[in-house]
């Protein structure tokens, strides 16, 4: 599978997101502590993406991806320290067996202001999302929403992998403009996204990880999840970093919300089978 960190707080450097700790996000792609059966290693590529301003006040995201293990980058200590951010979402990854190892399939993925990472796996993701992709047309048709999920809108994932065309149909939940304003919501869009796939094949692992240079939004189906957040800043990563006694495990199948001096950890409902 893969693993991830998001930061929100005071400007930080870039690189060092990717190295903190005796455990950092770079150590955890060659010794992970806890892959729960879903590889030993994360050595087929990583990404990094940070928040800045430009100079019309707008806000943007920048990334920086390679296919090649995070270890193996000197960009990691000679590029990146260089660069500064509020908001920073990193990964490694751990490819799925038949799926590519190329710079497109490396998360995050981006688009307007959100970034966005997953750590999991979609068994038959295939037919599982193009099925997910025409039931979202439906409703959105239904709705009023124009059909913005129309499932040929799946070719423009950027990557032939589970990942990548989750994030195709995130990022329209993510824009879709009904009359109720719900899917607008980032909650609200995972909610749906993770409820979808996971009627399909209730095996699939969705650890989903969302930013938008302001708040991070997180699910937990299947993965590990920690939290470190205080009164100044607040990380989500899938394994504590350092030994700060204030990382919080978060239980699995729930939808996590973060911010400095802000952590709201709710329950998500599993469609085959009653919550734990």
Do not use: K
Not at 129 to 145: C, D, H, I, K, Q
């Amino acid at each position: 599978m893969c693993r991830h960190l998001g930061y929100v707080g005071p400007p930080v450097r870039v690189g060092d997101m990717l190295t903190l700790g005796e455990h950092s996000l770079r150590t955890q792609a060659w010794a992970p502590r806890d892959m729960r059966r879903g590889g030993t290693i994360n050595a087929d590529g990583f990404g990094v993406a940070w928040w800045r301003g430009d100079s019309d006040g707008t806000v943007t995201v920048s990334r920086y991806r390679n296919p090649a293990p995070i270890w193996t980058d000197p960009a990691v200590e000679e590029v990146l320290p260089q660069l500064e951010s509020w908001a920073v979402l990193g990964a490694v990854r751990s490819a799925t067996v038949g799926m590519p190892v190329e710079r497109s399939a490396c998360a995050p993925f981006t688009h307007g202001r959100w970034a966005f990472s997953h750590n999991g796996v979609v068994p038959d993701w295939r037919s599982v999302l193009t099925s997910v992709a025409t039931e979202f047309s439906v409703t959105a048709t239904e709705l009023g929403a124009g059909g913005l999920f129309d499932p040929a809108a799946l070719l423009e994932a950027e990557s032939a992998t589970d990942t990548a065309t989750l994030w195709v149909l995130l990022r329209g939940l993510l824009a879709t403009d009904v009359p109720d304003g719900a899917w607008s919501a980032a909650p609200a869009a995972l909610r749906l996204l993770v409820a979808a796939v996971v009627a399909h094949t209730p095996d699939a692992r969705l650890n989903f990880l969302l930013g938008d240079g302001a708040q991070l939004w997180a699910t937990t189906w299947h993965h590990s999840l920690s939290a470190l957040v205080t009164e100044d800043f607040a990380i989500l990563s899938s394994e504590p970093f350092d030994d700060d006694p204030r990382w919080q495990s978060i239980p699995d199948r729930s939808l996590v919300i973060a911010r400095p001096d802000h952590l709201a950890v709710e329950p998500l409902s599993d469609p085959e089978r009653p919550a734990p």
